[in-house]
């Protein structure tokens, strides 16, 4: 079994004018994180997984957060070219390219890729996956190059906690 957690980046501002990849996180976007982190923590320990980030400013950001809550050491966290993109097949073919070794992973991204692979890989569906917010997924896979679908373990969207 892998357990993967899908995490789309925080709230971004539009405030400036900036590329796409170079927008930062709104204030919103910390106090979101926070949320649901503490809510995460609270289904068990973190520290474990493997975490791969989209490289826009916004997803890496979102994830260096992420990491610090749920106690990711740095060296488990890399920025990855291939998640800054919107499509799910891109996505699963990001994921095919993880060592078999790998059992736990989360990735930071981006929407609609990934809502569309928590929908394909999982067995609830989400109409958008909202911003800082993730969905744990267990995989009937033994490694990540024969990808199978799971279960939805569960979803964690901060407008329900606030």
Same mark, same amino acid.
């Given at each position: 079994?892998?357990?993967?957690?899908?995490?789309?980046?925080?709230?971004?501002?539009?405030?400036?004018?900036?590329?796409?990849?170079?927008?930062?996180?709104?204030?919103?976007?910390?106090?979101?994180?926070?949320?649901?982190? $503490?809510?995460?923590?609270?289904? !068990?320990?973190?520290?474990?997984?493997?975490?791969?980030? +989209?490289?826009? &400013?916004?997803? %890496?950001?979102?994830?260096?957060?992420?990491?610090?809550?749920?106690?990711?050491?740095?060296?488990?966290?890399?920025?990855?070219?291939?998640?800054?993109?919107?499509?799910?097949?891109?996505?699963?073919?990001?994921?095919?390219?993880?060592?078999?070794?790998?059992?736990?992973?989360?990735?930071?991204?981006?929407?609609?890729?990934?809502? $569309?692979?928590?929908?394909?890989? !999982?067995?609830?569906?989400?109409?958008?996956?909202?911003? +800082?917010?993730? &969905?744990?997924? %267990?995989?009937?896979?033994?490694?990540?190059?024969?990808?199978?679908?799971?279960?939805?373990?569960?979803?964690?969207?901060?407008?329900?906690?606030?």
């Amino acid at each position: 079994m892998k357990e993967l957690i899908l995490i789309r980046h925080g709230k971004s501002s539009w405030k400036n004018d900036l590329k796409d990849h170079d927008r930062p996180l709104k204030k919103r976007a910390y106090e979101d994180v926070k949320i649901v982190a $503490e809510e995460l923590l609270k289904s !068990g320990q973190y520290s474990d997984f493997l975490m791969k980030s +989209s490289t826009a &400013v916004r997803a %890496k950001h979102t994830a260096q957060l992420y990491a610090a809550l749920l106690q990711i050491d740095e060296s488990k966290l890399s920025l990855e070219e291939q998640l800054y993109n919107f499509d799910m097949f891109d996505v699963l073919h990001f994921l095919k390219h993880i060592p078999a070794s790998v059992n736990r992973l989360i990735l930071v991204g981006h929407n609609p890729a990934f809502t $569309e692979v928590a929908n394909f890989l !999982g067995d609830k569906y989400f109409s958008y996956l909202p911003t +800082s917010g993730l &969905v744990k997924l %267990k995989l009937n896979s033994e490694n990540w190059l024969d990808l199978q679908r799971g279960t939805t373990e569960f979803f964690i969207f901060p407008k329900d906690y606030r």
